[in-house]
């Protein structure tokens, strides 16, 4: 790398993973000895990415028009989804296959960096990325400026609630239970018996009264239940990821100074001249 280029953190993640170590140290070493030593520590904090992050992030300054492409499917699929719990599913299944074929055009031109390491593991991570990208503007940030460092997990991210492809709208939004009401063949007030229907009256399978309201408070705590775990489960993958990076980056170093120490030793063990 050149030095103006060198001076810009953003570049670290073109050169190969296997070289980002070396060049990020080397990197705020330089700025260290200038002076920026603010800017090297924010270089020091760098972490070199997965083949698949490297991979996404050469296709944003090869094939930046790829990932605009994506997003503007993206838009066109949150467009769609938005109008389908609304009610109206005419856009979706044409936006969700519009995503799908700009995710898997993404997706074959990353694979032709990764080469050999290209396996169908790649192309899930990969795909997960991408999408994660389309629901999430941070990702998507990243992504679009080629300094992705981890993959993302993409689950979790769902466009269309729940219950939202049925007759009775999303899951998260249950219609209104009509209050009871009812008169007698001469309008007047009818007895408690009459209030509201039995449950021998009732349809099979209808929740009625007291009971429908219960289960469908708890669905919707268990619903509220399964998205906070989701939410978790994707943090701890993301601290992991982040462990895992980290522990190699040690160990990386480790062997480093093992390395100088051991020529040390040698050179204290050598006869003088």
Excluded: C, I
Aim: glycine residues 8%.
């Amino acid at each position: 790398m050149a030095d103006q280029e060198a001076a810009d953190p953003a570049e670290l993640y073109a050169v190969e993973p296997a070289e980002f170590t070396a060049a990020r140290n080397a990197m705020a070493k330089r700025l260290k000895a200038e002076g920026r030593a603010e800017e090297a520590a924010e270089v020091s904090r760098r972490r070199r990415p997965t083949p698949t992050a490297w991979a996404l992030n050469q296709v944003a300054r090869r094939r930046p028009d790829l990932l605009e492409a994506l997003a503007a499917a993206g838009g066109r699929l949150r467009q769609a989804s938005a109008a389908a719990v609304g009610g109206d599913r005419s856009g979706l299944a044409e936006a969700q296959a519009a995503e799908r074929a700009a995710v898997r055009a993404t997706v074959d031109a990353a694979v032709e960096f990764l080469g050999a390491r290209a396996t169908d593991a790649a192309r899930r991570k990969l795909g997960d990325t991408l999408r994660a990208a389309v629901m999430d503007p941070a990702v998507a940030d990243l992504v679009s400026r080629g300094v992705l460092e981890t993959d993302m997990d993409a689950s979790g991210f769902g466009l269309v609630p729940p219950g939202a492809a049925g007759e009775t709208g999303p899951a998260s939004s249950p219609a209104p239970q009509p209050a009871p009401q009812a008169a007698d063949g001469a309008g007047g007030a009818v007895g408690p018996a009459r209030a509201a229907p039995s449950r021998r009256d009732a349809a099979p399978g209808s929740p009625t009264g007291a009971d429908g309201r219960r289960r469908e408070a708890e669905r919707r705590a268990l619903t509220a239940e399964r998205d906070r775990l989701t939410r978790q489960q994707e943090r701890l993958q993301r601290a992991l990821a982040e462990a895992e990076e980290r522990a190699h980056q040690l160990r990386e170093e480790l062997a480093a100074g093992r390395a100088e120490l051991e020529a040390v030793e040698s050179r204290l063990a050598a006869p003088d001249p």
